[in-house]
């Protein structure tokens, strides 16, 4: 039994990963979902078991109800549930909104704002001091195209995250008396493989002369700010999204 456990979905790869990686650093028990790629998961969890520290990796998809009761079983399992990281997301090909199939459309809300929604309830019920939990954080993966808006490219996916970070808003204010603190990153350009989803596989290197710092960021970069934002040193933060964007003008 881990003493305080913390699910992270999407903990295969990029981000996801690097959180699953430095909370179990950090002592987190670490529940690792993942959709597909069972070595990635696999490999991340046998990084962490080789550092002494604990994981399970749990196949699932966040945008269907049945596999988050799975995901969050096998955290009732491994101890008392005290983080969340809505980290899973998806993206689909460059495209303009008057040639997007419907289909897509709702397939990128159903993963990134579904997803993430149903996972929170998942973790509320467990964490709230109102269901006889003993509180704890929630890290919401926004974006810096929910402010650009992401224009002749992924209006879908950023339109999804724009609703991640109203979400952000009104679930800190709903459980801010129930012990849990609910917050967003807002990541600029994180050299991962989430680009060639979207058919950019160069995109990283395209854009990196645009970033004010000159580099783009790095997952580790983007989980050490949500697990500082899981701490006890961010107490008395709640309801806010921070950029992590490198300088990278994002609209207030
Ligand atoms: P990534 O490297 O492409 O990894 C995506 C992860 O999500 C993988 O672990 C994948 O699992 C999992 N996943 C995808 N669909 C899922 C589903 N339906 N259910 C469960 N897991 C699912 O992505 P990333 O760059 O780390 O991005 C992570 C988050 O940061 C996303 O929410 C993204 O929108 C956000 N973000 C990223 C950037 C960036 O520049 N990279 C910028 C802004 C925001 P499998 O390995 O099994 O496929």
Not at 132 to 137: D, E, T
Not at 138 to 157: C, E, F, Q, T
Not at 189 to 208: C, K, M, N, S, Y
């Amino acid at each position: 039994m881990a003493e305080q456990v913390l699910v992270v979905t999407g903990g295969s790869r990029g981000i996801g990963a690097a959180v699953a990686r430095l909370a179990a650093a950090r002592g987190y028990g670490v529940v690792l979902n993942y959709l597909g790629n069972v070595a990635a998961a696999e490999a991340v969890c046998a990084t962490i078991h080789a550092a002494g520290g604990e994981a399970v990796a749990v196949r699932g998809d966040v945008g269907r109800e049945e596999d988050i009761e799975h995901i969050f079983r096998a955290a009732d399992r491994m101890g008392p549930l005290r983080a969340l990281v809505n980290n899973a997301g998806m993206i689909a090909p460059v495209a303009r909104l008057d040639a997007m199939e419907p289909a897509r459309i709702a397939e990128i809300l159903r993963v990134n704002v579904l997803g993430t929604m149903l996972c929170s309830a998942a973790a509320v019920r467990r964490m709230s001091t109102r269901h006889g939990g003993k509180g704890g954080g929630i890290v919401n993966l926004s974006s810096a195209a929910a402010k650009l808006g992401a224009p002749g490219a992924y209006l879908d996916y950023a339109a999804s995250k724009g609703a991640i970070d109203t979400f952000t808003v009104g679930l800190a204010v709903e459980v801010a008396g129930e012990g849990i603190r609910v917050n967003g990153v807002r990541p600029g350009i994180i050299d991962t493989d989430f680009h060639a989803q979207g058919g950019e596989p160069d995109r990283v290197r395209r854009l990196a002369p645009t970033i004010p710092m000159g580099r783009p960021g790095t997952a580790d970069e983007v989980a050490q700010t949500i697990l500082w934002l899981l701490s006890e040193d961010a107490s008395y933060v709640t309801g806010t999204t921070l950029a992590v964007t490198g300088g990278r003008a994002v609209v207030p």
